[in-house]
Nanobody, 121 residues
Framework: QVQLVESGGGLVQAGGSLRLSCVASGNIFTIRDMGWHRQAPGKERELVAS???????NYANSAKGRFTISRDNAKNTMYLELDSLKPDDTAVYYCNAQILTSAWSWPNDYWGQGTQVTVSS
């Protein structure tokens, strides 16, 4: 069993900051790519940022210059620093990871339950 648990969401005023965390636990051999996605009410889920197992980040245009993704492989943890937040950033933020449970398994996609980020104007 593998679990991803997000934390760090909340209510913040426009221009404020939040730091999201995603901890992976369970039967983990190794974690490949990880990413943060978000889904606003009435909209499709979208990729915000991703990071490879060698710490190469990739950002959606909406996140560039404001959000910073990072990971700590020793702790099986990924972070998303949200700065200069806007009301349009309001959404449920989900973490996602490609995880191998053994040296002989294929990577499977796992998702967390989401954490709410609300930005007031």
């Amino acid at each position: 069993q593998v679990q991803l648990v997000e934390s760090g969401g909340g209510l913040v005023q426009a221009g404020g900051s939040l730091r999201l965390s995603c901890v992976a636990s369970g039967n983990i051999f190794t974690i490949r790519d990880m990413g943060w996605h978000r889904q606003a009410p009435g909209k499709e889920r979208e990729l915000v940022a991703s990071i490879s197992d060698i710490n190469r980040p990739n950002y959606a245009n909406s996140a560039k210059g404001r959000f910073t993704i990072s990971r700590d492989n020793a702790k099986n943890t990924m972070y998303l620093e949200l700065d200069s937040l806007k009301p349009d950033d309001t959404a449920v933020y989900y973490c996602n990871a490609q995880i191998l449970t053994s040296a002989w398994s294929w990577p499977n996609d796992y998702w967390g339950q989401g954490t709410q980020v609300t930005v007031s104007s």
